[in-house]
């Protein structure tokens, strides 16, 4: 489903908080091996809907699909991220005995991940003529306005520059 697209030019407000992003993944190796595949694949929207029906931190995804499926996460902590992944009665414990025990190292079917501590005068972001994506929708999203027309005025919003 999209959104309102918004006219003109917003960005990422931070609000003088840090936010984690993470970007974790899949990739299909073989692709023609669906027995090893199908189960990596359902393992992500399955933890989505458990953390969207909990306040546990996840603020806002996305997923593309392809060869390799790329999921973007942002959370409100690290903490709180990490409490997800290695919480017993979380699903991605389940997820990750399962990928252990049907793939390993096998090589059918690659997985990944990224995190990122972002926070004022460490990210900069722009979205023009879109509807809330990404950062903007995980924070704060508002008009890019005096002060803010550049990469450079962005990243030093919130920090002793301005």
Same mark, same amino acid.
Request: proline residues 4%; glycine residues 10%.
């Given at each position: ?14 609000? +003088? ?7 974790? +993944?899949?990739?299909?190796? $073989?692709? %023609?091996?669906?027995?090893? %595949? ?20 996840? #603020? ?8 390799? *499926? ?10 709180? #991220? $990490? ?19 049907? *793939? ?6 690659? *997985? ?9 005068g460490r990210a900069e972001a722009v ?7 990404? #950062?903007?929708?995980?924070? $704060? $999203?508002?008009? *890019?306005?005096? +002060? ?15």
């Amino acid at each position: 489903m999209t959104g309102k697209v918004f006219n003109g030019r917003y960005t990422a407000d931070l609000d +003088g908080q840090e936010t984690v992003v993470f970007l974790i +993944g899949m990739r299909f190796n $073989h692709w %023609w091996r669906a027995d090893k %595949w199908a189960t990596v694949v359902t393992a992500m929207p399955r933890m989505l809907r458990h953390l969207e029906a909990r306040d546990a931190g996840l #603020l806002n995804w996305r997923m593309w699909f392809g060869r390799t *499926i790329l999921v973007a996460q942002y959370w409100r902590s690290v903490q709180e #991220l $990490h409490t997800f992944a290695t919480s017993s009665s979380a699903p991605h414990a389940t997820a990750w005995r399962e990928f252990n025990r049907r *793939i390993g190292a096998d090589g059918t079917v690659g *997985i990944w991940h990224e995190t990122y501590l972002v926070g004022p005068g460490r990210a900069e972001a722009v979205y023009d003529n879109m509807p809330p994506f990404g #950062l903007a929708k995980a924070t $704060h $999203h508002v008009p *890019i306005g005096p +002060g803010r027309q550049t990469a450079k005025a962005r990243l030093a919003h919130g920090t002793d520059e301005t």
